[in-house]
C-alpha cells in the first residue's frame, strides 16, 4: 500500500470545501467518505489513518435535523 501524507489529505479537504456553492456548507459524511475513497486517500474501514487525521484537523461534525427538530443526517463543516 502506499504512502498517504497528512498534509495530501489536508489540500484534499480544503479543496473539496472550496468548491462548494455557499461559504461554510457542510459535505454528507457518507459522500464526503465515499469522495475519499474514490481519490485513493483513505481506504474504506480503516480508522487512525493520516484522512481521520485530517479531519478531526479542520472540521467538525453537525447534525442537520428537519423543521421539528427530527435528527436527518450528519455533515462536516470546516472549523472556523
Do not use: Q
Not at 502506499?2 to 455557499?22: G, T, V
Amino acid at each position: 500500500m502506499k504512502e498517504i501524507k497528512l498534509e495530501w489529505c489536508e489540500n484534499w479537504i480544503r479543496a473539496r470545501f472550496a468548491k462548494l456553492p455557499f461559504e461554510n456548507g457542510g459535505i454528507y459524511t457518507g459522500l464526503f467518505w465515499d469522495m475519499a475513497e474514490r481519490s485513493g486517500l483513505w481506504v474504506g474501514g480503516t480508522y487512525g489513518s493520516p484522512m481521520s487525521t485530517a479531519l478531526e484537523n479542520l472540521t467538525r461534525v453537525e447534525a442537520v435535523n428537519d423543521s421539528e427538530g427530527n435528527f436527518l443526517y450528519h455533515v462536516f463543516k470546516m472549523k472556523k
